[in-house]
């Protein structure tokens, strides 16, 4: 089954029909067959970024279901990330970007669904390997 890291943007505009990616984000859900993956630091992100509670709550209930499995990542994977923060200091790299590395490092996935692409075009995995941007 192929698995897909989900960052904090798609999450955000999944809920709130005023983002202007809700539309494409719906469709991309509803098309999707595979595993969606995230971190607790993109959750906690999209907690802060939410309109409402009950935007938020969709997601929690989502991710209850099943339908978006979060990553553990407990202090050595806290540790790896501080190293990718102060690598990409200069973009700044945020701890939610930082444990989506971490999470492709862990998983060997690099497909994620991400509307940052800036960013996630210029980080760069062992190898220089990029990341595949949904």
Not at 19 to 35: E, N, P, Q, W
Not at 57 to 65: F, K, T
Not at 80 to 102: K, Q
């Amino acid at each position: 089954m192929e698995t897909l890291l989900v960052d904090t943007g798609p999450l955000v505009a999944l809920v709130s029909r005023r983002d202007h990616h809700h539309a494409a984000s719906v469709a991309r859900l509803k098309a999707y067959r595979g595993r969606l993956l995230t971190t607790w630091s993109v959750l906690t992100e999209f907690s802060h970024l939410c309109a409402s509670v009950e935007a938020s709550l969709q997601v929690y209930h989502w991710i209850e279901s099943g339908g978006l499995e979060l990553l553990p990542l407990g202090r050595d994977e806290l540790v790896a990330t501080i190293d990718w923060i102060e690598r990409y200091a200069d973009l700044p790299m945020d701890l939610a970007d930082a444990s989506l590395v971490i999470a492709a490092l862990k998983t060997g996935c690099t497909r994620i669904w991400t509307l940052d692409k800036r960013d996630f075009e210029t980080y760069r995995l062992p190898g220089r390997k990029r990341f595949d941007l949904v």
